[in-house]
């Protein structure tokens, strides 16, 4: 169990070094220790005994010592063949740490962590995979960004057949422009019935959900930490939220709703309702998974269309034509454009 990072730490949680026992054994005993205490002991990180504090990341929280004992036999299992010795050890110094509480533990406090800091992308995808072999039902992900590129569809191909294989039902939701990426395309196609794709024109943060019981989050603008989700209350307001942005999603199979105004597509229809709103072209286009450049060359064929002058008289005729507000699909849509005014009547 000896990780790649423990350079003069050669061992497992069964065995720890005598410094790392200590801070493990402090960390313990008073909740949590500050993040330098770890520093002369990179074992305890890599074997995941201590974990950032989601509530201040220059704190180390301890991982339940039963815990550890489950991550520890899990691997063991393979070798008890070879060894005997090593479970019961692991068994011994797991009863060992959960005597070092001040206050015994509440009943259920140790069943599992609610809430756990992943820092950086190997943690980040061991975790995944963990997740993707215990999950027996459901998949829901939303897929923030536009146009998924091929090597970020890649990445979780492997997780995704193996769900397909067990019978594994998944339901994406991406940004209506994603509908353009011939990447995406190939691999709904490649998953066949097992996966079912929406869009909308603007959706959440990364998502992702095994089974309605553990969920993944980003925890930083770079996404490389994440937070992974065990508390049945968060879960269930996760699904709550994914479910209705589900219903309010369009099929990927089905047209997008036109927007009944000739000449006014359906993105252009969404960015003016952004601008109407007082959003910059930055955030517009962060919103709906375009680029910047994308985004001002639909708001110049607005402009265009409606025979706006000028960024403030835009937002007139915006409101003048109905744009200024989302539209739902059998919502009655105005259809006139307003005349541009004469060069004497500005």
Partial sequence: MAGHGTEGHPHGADRLCEAGERVYSRAVRRGRVPRHDADAVPCLLELAMLHPDPDDMDWLVPTSPQEVMTRLLRAVHDEVSASQRRVGSAVEAVERYSG?????????????????????????????????????????????????????????????????????????????????????????????????????????????????????????????????????????????????????????????????????????????????????DAVIAERLGISVRTCRAHIARLSETLGAASRTQLGVRIAQVGLDGPHRVGDPVPVSLPAPESPSGR
Avoid: K
């Fill in 100 to 280: 070092l509480g001040v206050h015994p533990p509440a009943a259920g406090a140790w069943e599992g962590t609610a809430i756990r800091v992943l820092d950086g992308l190997t943690r980040i995808q061991a975790a995944m995979d963990e997740a993707t072999q215990a999950c027996t039902t459901e998949v829901l992900t939303v897929q923030p960004g536009g146009i998924r590129r091929e090597h970020e569809l890649s990445e979780g191909l492997h997780r995704a057949l193996a769900l397909r294989g067990r019978g594994v039902r998944m339901r994406d939701l991406y940004n209506h422009v994603a509908r353009h990426g011939q990447g995406l395309l190939n691999y709904l196609e490649l998953m066949g019935d097992a996966v079912e794709a929406r869009t909308l024109d603007e959706v959440i943060d990364r998502l992702i959900l095994f089974d309605r019981t553990v969920a993944f989050i980003p925890a930083n603008a770079e996404h490389t930490m994440a937070l992974e989700l065990r508390h049945p209350a968060l879960i269930a307001y996760l699904v709550t939220v994914f479910e209705r942005l589900w219903r309010l999603a369009v099929p990927l199979t089905a047209p997008l709703p036109a927007t009944g105004i000739e000449g006014i597509s359906h993105r252009e229809q969404s960015i003016a309702a952004l601008l109407a709103e007082g959003h910059q």
